[in-house]
Every structure is written in structure tokens, then in C-alpha cells.
């Protein structure tokens, strides 16, 4: 809610034009992604000018480097399911490819929770 005397739209439209009219109305992204996957340019792909948006092109920009969704999102200063949105649509022209975060990278093991509670407590 905005405080009396803010206009309630400034700050969900940042640049102009709102996340829906970014993403053409999508509300999910056609490749499923992780806010930890890693996105790359590939250098190649079919990038139509047609399909491409100022925000597809400066995502397309921050992916020279391999770079993290919620990186991107945060540059890019649209919500994490626009900037998946955007970037959904550059991995399906072959532009930006995704490498996943492998999923036994989190572990539920007790001995390791219990440890990272332990650590987090001597560093209070």
C-alpha cells in the first residue's frame, strides 16, 4: 500500500513499462529455472529483433559472463519471474543456455544441519 500522498504506481513501474507488457503477459517461464542456474550466452542462436525487447537484450548482455537468475533479476530490476521469463525466451532462440544446480548440493543429513546450527550459534 502507498502512504498518503505517494502515487501507489511509481515504484511497481520502474522503467516505464510494467512486468506483464515486459513479458507479454506470461506469468511462467517455458524452461524451468532455478534462481541458483547459471545462464551464459551462447554467442550464436536465432535471435529474431522481432522477439528481442530492451529488457531481452540487456539480459541478454549480463549473460556474457556465466551469471546466476537472481543476479540478473536484480540488474535487470524486474521481479525473479519476469527475468525467468526473459530468459526462457532467450534459452529457447539458442542464445543463453542454463547449467542447473545440481540437486545433491542441499542435504538434509542431521550431523550436517546440526553442525551449520552449531556454527551459526558461535558466530552470535
Same mark, same amino acid.
Given at each position: 500500500?502507498?502512504? @498518503?500522498?505517494?502515487?501507489?504506481?511509481?515504484?511497481?513501474?520502474?522503467?516505464?513499462?510494467?512486468? *506483464?507488457?515486459?513479458?507479454?503477459? $506470461? &506469468?511462467?517461464?517455458?524452461?524451468? +529455472?532455478? %534462481?541458483? !542456474?547459471?545462464? $551464459?550466452? &551462447?554467442?550464436?542462436?536465432?535471435?529474431?529483433?522481432?522477439?528481442?525487447?530492451?529488457?531481452?537484450?540487456?539480459?541478454?548482455?549480463?549473460?556474457?559472463?556465466? &551469471? !546466476?537468475?537472481?543476479?540478473?533479476?536484480?540488474?535487470? $530490476?524486474?521481479?525473479? &519471474?519476469?527475468?525467468?521469463? %526473459? +530468459?526462457?525466451?532467450?534459452?529457447?532462440?539458442?542464445?543463453?543456455?542454463?547449467?542447473?544446480? @545440481?540437486?545433491?548440493? *542441499? !542435504?538434509?543429513?542431521?550431523?550436517?544441519? $546440526?553442525?551449520?546450527?552449531?556454527?551459526?550459534?558461535?558466530?552470535?
Amino acid at each position: 500500500m502507498a502512504a @498518503p500522498g505517494e502515487d501507489p504506481d511509481a515504484e511497481a513501474d520502474l522503467f516505464g513499462v510494467r512486468p *506483464y507488457a515486459v513479458t507479454d503477459g $506470461r &506469468t511462467q517461464p517455458s524452461t524451468p +529455472l532455478d %534462481l541458483m !542456474s547459471l545462464v $551464459r550466452a &551462447t554467442g550464436g542462436g536465432m535471435v529474431a529483433p522481432d522477439r528481442l525487447g530492451v529488457e531481452h537484450a540487456q539480459a541478454l548482455k549480463l549473460c556474457q559472463v556465466p &551469471t !546466476s537468475v537472481a543476479e540478473i533479476a536484480a540488474h535487470l $530490476r524486474r521481479p525473479v &519471474t519476469v527475468a525467468k521469463v %526473459l +530468459l526462457s525466451d532467450l534459452i529457447e532462440l539458442g542464445a543463453v543456455i542454463a547449467r542447473f544446480p @545440481p540437486s545433491t548440493s *542441499y !542435504s538434509n543429513d542431521p550431523d550436517v544441519l $546440526r553442525a551449520v546450527i552449531d556454527g551459526l550459534r558461535r558466530i552470535v
